[in-house]
């Protein structure tokens, strides 16, 4: 099993910055996958970023050049760094794993755990 814990939502004006955070724990093999996923209320939800244990990174287009996924092995911790941030990008942030290689970015059902979410608000 492996057990995901959000942290780092908040509130911010447009053009701020936040970093989430998602300490895990549990067993991960030497092939896995970390995502970040978002889900903003009456929408679906939607890939934001992915990383895998070589560091491979992959990003929706509605956050390149704005969002940096990153993880720390020791601390177990995945991050992800959001800049410049938009009303757009309001929603509940979850992160997910899965164990194998990351599957595509829209097929969030591949994640075998989630974290319980961390809101994130960005006024205009």
């Known amino acids: 099993q492996v057990r995901l814990v959000e942290s780092g939502g908040g509130s911010v004006e447009a053009g701020g910055s936040l970093r989430l955070s998602c300490e895990h724990s549990g067993y991960l093999y030497a092939i896995y996958c970390f995502g970040w996923y978002r889900q903003a209320p009456g929408k679906e939800r939607e890939a934001v970023a992915a990383i895998d244990n070589e560091e491979n990174t992959r990003y929706a287009d509605s956050v390149k050049g704005r969002f940096t996924i990153s993880q720390d092995i020791t601390k177990k911790t995945l991050y992800l760094q959001m800049n410049n941030l938009k009303p757009d990008d309001t929603a509940t942030y979850y992160c997910?794993?899965?164990?194998?290689?990351?599957?595509?970015?829209?097929?969030?059902?591949?994640?075998?755990?989630w974290g319980q979410g961390t809101q994130v608000t960005v006024s205009s």
């Open positions: 997910a794993a899965t164990l194998g290689a990351c599957p595509l970015l829209r097929q969030s059902n591949r994640y075998n755990y």
